[in-house]
C-alpha cells in the first residue's frame, strides 16, 4: 500500500496545457469538476453526457474551449461521433475518461417482478449497460484512435471503492465496478507490449459528495465515515492521466486521501493465493502465454 500526495496544485497538472480531452458523464459531479480543472488549465475538454440541462449551461458557462455532446455511453453511435468529431477538429486525442456511471435507479436484480403472463420478467441490467457496457465502448474508442495517431494516450476510468469491496444492496453496481477494474488489469500487460505509447489506469472513489449519494449523505455525516469532494477525485483524475509512471495501477480514494492499491495487492499474491498458484502464474507470464486468440 503505498499512499499517494496529489495536491490540487500539483506543478504536474499545468501539462494539461493545450491537451485534447474526451470525457464522459460531464455534466455534473465528478465528471463537471474535472471539465472545470481541465478547462481552468487550458486542455480542450469535450464532453458527453444525457443530462443536456446541466450539460449545454456547462459548456456555455467556460466557452470555447468545451465542447459538450448530448448523448449516451450505452449509443456506439453517439461516442463514436464524439471520438470522430474531436478528431477531425483537433488531429489527436490525448486523454480520455470514461467517467460516465449510475446508480440512481433502482437496481431490478432481485426484484420478483412478474409480466402479464404471470412469468418472472427479465431485469432491465441498466446499471450495467451504463456502467459496464459504457466503459467498454469508450475504451475501446479511446484505444481505436490512440493506436491510429502518433502521440501517446492515456485512458483514465473512474472505477470505485465498490471496484474492491462488497457493496450489499447494490448487487448490478458492484458487479460493473468489479467488471471494470478487470478491464485495467486484462489492458495493462497487453498494452504495454505494443508499440504504441498507451497507459490505462483506475480511480477507485470511496464515497464522493454528488448527487449520486444525495440520498444517503446524511448517514455518513451521522457516523463521521469519510466523504470525498468531486475536487479531490478530479485531483486523482488528472494525477493518473498526466503521470507517465503510472500504467494499469489503481488509486482508491477516502477523504480526499490517496492510497495506490493494485501494487501491493499483486505483490501479496503469494500470501493469499498461495506460493504454488503464484508460482504458476509467473511461469505462464514469463512465457508470454495467454488466454485467448494469439
Ligand atoms: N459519488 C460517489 O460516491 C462515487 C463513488 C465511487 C465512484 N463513483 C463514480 O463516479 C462517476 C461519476 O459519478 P458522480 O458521483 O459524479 O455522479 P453524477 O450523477 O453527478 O455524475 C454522473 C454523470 O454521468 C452522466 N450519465 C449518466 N448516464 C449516462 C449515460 N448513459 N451516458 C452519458 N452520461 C451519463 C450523468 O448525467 C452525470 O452527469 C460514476 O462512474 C460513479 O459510479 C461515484
Redesign the pocket.
Known amino acids: 500500500m503505498t499512499s499517494v500526495d496529489i495536491p490540487a496544485d500539483l506543478p504536474l497538472f499545468n501539462e494539461a496545457k493545450d491537451k485534447v480531452i474526451i470525457l464522459?458523464?460531464?455534466?455534473?459531479?465528478?465528471?463537471a469538476e474535472t471539465v472545470r480543472r481541465l478547462h481552468g488549465l487550458g486542455a480542450f475538454v469535450n464532453f458527453?453526457?444525457?443530462?443536456r440541462t446541466?450539460g449545454e449551461a456547462l459548456s456555455k458557462e467556460l466557452g470555447d474551449n468545451v465542447r459538450f455532446y448530448p448523448g449516451?455511453?450505452?449509443v456506439w453511435a453517439d461516442q463514436l461521433h464524439v471520438f470522430e468529431d474531436v478528431v477531425a477538429r483537433h488531429g489527436h486525442v490525448d486523454i480520455v475518461f470514461a467517467?460516465?456511471?449510475?446508480?440512481?435507479v433502482v437496481e431490478d436484480l432481485l426484484e420478483d417482478a412478474v409480466d402479464e403472463a404471470g412469468k418472472l420478467k427479465e431485469p432491465t441490467l441498466v446499471v450495467l449497460d451504463?456502467?459496464l457496457r459504457?466503459v467498454l465502448l469508450t475504451s475501446k474508442l479511446a484505444i481505436s484512435f490512440f493506436r491510429r495517431q502518433n502521440s501517446p494516450g492515456s485512458l483514465v476510468i473512474?472505477g470505485?471503492?465498490a471496484s474492491y469491496l462488497d457493496t450489499a444492496g447494490i448487487p448490478v453496481y458492484n458487479a460493473a465496478k468489479h467488471g471494470v477494474l478487470g478491464l485495467v488489469r486484462s489492458l495493462r500487460d497487453q498494452l504495454a507490449a505494443e508499440p504504441a505509447e498507451i497507459r490505462v489506469n483506475l480511480v477507485a472513489?470511496?464515497?464522493?459528495q454528488?448527487?449520486?449519494?444525495a440520498h444517503v449523505l446524511h448517514l455518513w455525516q451521522r457516523d463521521n465515515l469519510p466523504i470525498n469532494q468531486?475536487s479531490d477525485i478530479a485531483n486523482a483524475l488528472l494525477f493518473l492521466a498526466l503521470n507517465k509512471d503510472y500504467h494499469g495501477r489503481s488509486i482508491y480514494a477516502a477523504a480526499g486521501k490517496f492510497t495506490e492499491i493494485e501494487t501491493s495487492i499483486e505483490q501479496t499474491r503469494a500470501t493469499w493465493l498461495g506460493q504454488q498458484n503464484e508460482d504458476w502464474i509467473q511461469q505462464r507470464k514469463a512465457n508470454g502465454i495467454r488466454l485467448g486468440r494469439q
Open positions: 464522459t458523464g460531464g455534466s455534473t459531479g465528478i465528471g458527453l453526457d444525457v443530462d446541466n449516451s455511453v450505452t467517467n460516465a456511471g449510475i446508480d440512481d451504463v456502467t459504457g473512474t470505485s471503492a472513489p470511496a464515497f464522493v454528488t448527487k449520486f449519494t468531486p
